[in-house]
C-alpha cells in the first residue's frame, strides 16, 4: 500500500476550488479520486489562467494525483452510471449548491439507498439547511458575512479580505477531515453518512475571536493591523529597511526582550512590566522598540532577536518565499510534476507523514482521460457501450 | 457508538491554540480526548482572558468535551506514566517545538517502539527539520514567512495579516486530517508513523496564489483589498451606508448584472465584455457599480442583487454575525456549555453528521480533573499510588 488513504476510492464531483482542494488532499495521501466532469466543459478552472503551454496552473494545481472521466449527470443515463460507480465507492464529494444532486435524481438519499455505506461529504456556502441554504456561496461572501472581513486591515483602515480564499481553502479541508472521520466510522459500524460543511462555518470556526472576545467579553473585534489582542509586543515594526514581525507572547519573552535592547529601564517600567499594562500601552512600546530597530536592517534585527531567543520573523513576498531554503529545499513544498509539455510547479501536500510520504505529483487528468478505463472496470461498460455513450453526450 | 471518531483515544499534549484546536476537532467528533498539562501550572491559555467567573473563555472553547489530566514530563516517573497511556492509546498529538519530546525522554521513537500501531501527531511553527526548525513558530511569524501578510492589505497600503490565527487553525485542523488519515492506515496495517506539520506549510497549502500566479505566471501577488485576481467585478463596493461585496465569476453573472443594473450598455462594450478585459478594467467597472448602488443601503442592495441571481452579500460585524439567524440559529454556530458557575457560549464544530452528530458539550475539564479516574484505568495505578506521586508533583 502506497498512501495512508490507500484503497480508499473517492468519487470527486468538487468544483472549482473547495471540492476540488478536498479532493486534492484526499488524493495526495493517496485515495483513488475519480474527478467527475461535464463532458465537453470540464471544471470552470480549465479555463482559469495563467496558462502553461495551453494548460491551466489553476485546474492542475487542485486536481494533480486525481484521475478523470466525464459523466453528464443532466442526463438519466449518466446519473445510471454514478450509481453503479457509487455502489463500489467508499467516499463521494461534491460542492453543488444545495438541492442539485437531488435535481438530478441522485441526492443523497438515493446514493444511501444504492450503498448504506457511502460516505457522502458536500461543501456549499451556507450549508444543506437555514435561510441561506439556496443563496450562492463564493469566497468572498463567505469573508464577508462570517466577520472575516470585518477584523483584518489597518487599525482605523478600509476592512479587506485575507490574501487568500480561506473560506474555500478552510471548507474543503474542513470537508476532508469529516468525510475520512466518518469513514473511519462506517469501517467500524457499516453506516455512511451525509457530512454537511459550509465556507461560512468553517470561517466560523476559523475566527475564534468570535467565540472568545465576543460571546464571552462583550468587545466587538475590529481590524488592529499586524497587532494581536492577546499580548504586546506582538505585532510589525519598521526597521531601517523593511518591517519585521516580533511576537513576545509572555511575560518571560518580554524581559529577555529588554535585555536583548539593552533597556533594562523598560522592564522595571509599570507602563510596560505585566502583559496587560503592555497591552494598553501598546503604542507607547511600539515607538521605543521601532527607535531601537531603525538603527539596523531587518535581516540583522532578526538575527539578533532569534538569538536572544525572541520570537521573530520577515515579512516575506511570495517571490522570497519560493525561494527560501527552508520551504523550497528542507520542506521540499515546490515541487514539480512532468506533463508531456513541460513542468509545472505546485504546492506540495503539506501534511508530511515517514511511513507514508507523498513521493510523487501525478499530473492532473485532461478531460475524460480515464473514462474507458474506468467505466470499464467500476461500471462494467464494455467500449462499444461507452463509445455509443460518448456519441450521445452522456460521458 | 456517539460520534464518528467514538472508540478512538487520543493523549492531547497539545497547548495553547493549534495543538489544542486540534484536539478539540476530534473531541467534538466523539473520540476520547485527554489533556495532558503540567502540575500546578497547565495550558498557558488557563491564564488568557477573558475571564467568566475566573475561568478563561479562551481555554473553555478549545478544550471543551475533553478530559483533563497532569503530568509532569519533566520527571522520569511521569514519562514512565505517560508510556503507560500510550501502550491504549490510538493517537498522540504535540505541539512542542521540535525536540522537546525526546529530551524530556519520549520522543517518537521511543513511543513507536512501546505501541508500533500509535499514530504520533507533531504540529510546529516550521516542521521537524530544515534551517528553520527550531526557531520559534508564533502564529504572525508563520503569517509573516509564509507570504500571508504580504498578499493581504489595501491596494498600495500596508500589508497586515488575516484578522484570525490562520497559522494556527490551519496548522490545527491539518495536523487532525494528518493524524484520523493515519489511524485508517494503522487499523488496515498495523503501522503507525509520524505525522509532521507546520504552521508555516499550512498557510503556503493554503496561498494556493503561490504555485498558480507566482510559480507558473511569474507574478509576485501584492495586496489588493478586497479584489481578487480572478475575475471581476469581484470585489467590495460602497453603497448609500455599508460597503457590500458581489462576486461575479463568470460571463453570464456580469450579463445578469447589467440586467439588474438596466445597463445593457455596460455589456455591450468592449472594455467590459470578457472576463479578462473586465479585469484589466476593474476600476471603471467599480465606478460604474458604485454610481448605481450609491442610491441604496446594503440591506436593499443585496436584496436586489440577490433576486436578480448576483453572489452579493453583506460586510458583517462579529456582533452581527452572532445574531444572523442563520448562523446562529439554523446552522446552532453558537451552543451554550453549562459550567458549574455559569453558561459559556462557544463556536460549534463545524463539521455537521447526520448519523453522529456533536448533540452537546461538555464543559473544558479543570486542571487535573481525570487524574484520578484515568490513571487508575489506563495506567493501573492505584488511589494510594496516585496521592504518592501528587505528593512528589508528578501528577
Redesign the interface.
Known sequence: ?SG?????TVLDLGRV?AGA?CGM?LAD?GATVIKVEAPHLGD?TRG???Y?DGES??YT??NRNKKGITLNLKSKEGCDILCKLVENADILIENFRPGTMERFGVGYNRLHEINPKLVYGSVTG????????D???????A????????????ED??????????GD??GG??????V??????A???G????????L???L??????????????G????????R?L?SAP???FHTADDD??V?C??NKLFRQLTEVMGRPDLRDNPLFAQNETRKDNHLLLKRELEEWLSGMCAERAVDIL?QGGI????????????L????S???E??PVIKTKKRK?????????????PTEEYQNAPALGEHTLELLSKLAGLNPEDIQALKQKDIV
Open positions: 500500500m495512508a488513504l490507500a484503497g480508499v476550488v482542494y488532499l495521501m470552470d482559469f489562467g495563467p502553461v496552473a489553476f494545481h487542485f451556507f450549508g444543506s439547511n437555514g435561510p441561506y441554504r443563496r450562492p456561496g463564493y469566497d468572498i461572501i469573508q464577508a458575512m462570517s466577520g472575516l472581513i470585518s477584523v483584518t486591515g489597518v483602515g478600509t476592512p479587506v479580505r485575507a490574501g487568500t480564499s480561506f481553502i478552510m479541508i474542513s470537508l476532508a477531515l469529516g475520512v472521520s466518518a469513514y473511519v466510522y469501517g467500524k459500524t453506516k455512511g453518512q451525509f457530512v454537511d460543511v459550509s461560512t462555518d468553517s466560523l470556526s476559523a475566527l475564534m475571536i468570535v467565540s472568545v472576545y465576543h460571546l464571552n467579553g468587545v466587538v473585534p475590529k481590524p488592529t493591523g499586524n494581536y492577546i506582538y505585532d510589525s519585521i514581525v511576537a507572547g509572555n532569534l520570537p521573530a520573523g520577515r515579512i516575506q513576498s511570495i517571490d522570497q518565499v519560493v527560501d531554503a527552508h520551504f529545499g528542507a520542506r513544498m515546490f509545472f510547479r505546485i504546492t506540495a501536500n503539506h501534511i508530511k507523514m515517514n511511513e507514508t
